[in-house]
Nanobody, 122 residues
Framework: QVHLVESGGGSVQIGDSLKLACTGSEDTFDTYDIGWFRQPPGKDREFVSH????????AYADSVKGRFIISRDNAKRTVYLQMSSLKPEDTAVYYCAGTGLVTVEAYQYLYWGQGTQVTVSS
């Protein structure tokens, strides 16, 4: 089991950058693949990015490819999502989640954080 907490959300303008962090509270954090998902207002939760437990198996949704970068520092029990060239359509609650699989499917993630709000406006 792992307890995850997101941080780093906020309100920014179009084209700005923001770095989210997902921190785990247990020593087992480095045994889990971590995914980032987001839920825009009035829409379903969607996959954003995934990183394997050793930092490989990186994947991105097409909508963020080339703008977002995922990374992890297991010594700090933290996965980061560096977001650049932000657009209004990136506005959402961002969640990180833990799984034992290389997957983009939300239902295959066992542990979820509480989410952090990102708002992009003109």
């Amino acid at each position: 089991q792992v307890h995850l907490v997101e941080s780093g959300g906020g309100s920014v303008q179009i084209g700005d950058s923001l770095k989210l962090a997902c921190t785990g509270s247990e020593d087992t954090f480095d045994t889990y693949d971590i995914g980032w998902f987001r839920q825009p207002p009035g829409k379903d939760r969607e996959f954003v990015s995934h990183i394997g437990w050793r930092g490989g198996d990186i994947a991105y949704a097409d909508s963020v490819k080339g703008r977002f970068i995922i990374s992890r520092d297991n010594a700090k029990r933290t996965v980061y999502l560096q977001m650049s060239s932000l657009k209004p359509e990136d506005t959402a609650v961002y969640y990180c989640a833990g799984t034992g699989l290389v997957t983009v499917e939300a239902y295959q993630y066992l542990y979820w954080g509480q989410g952090t709000q990102v708002t992009v406006s003109s």
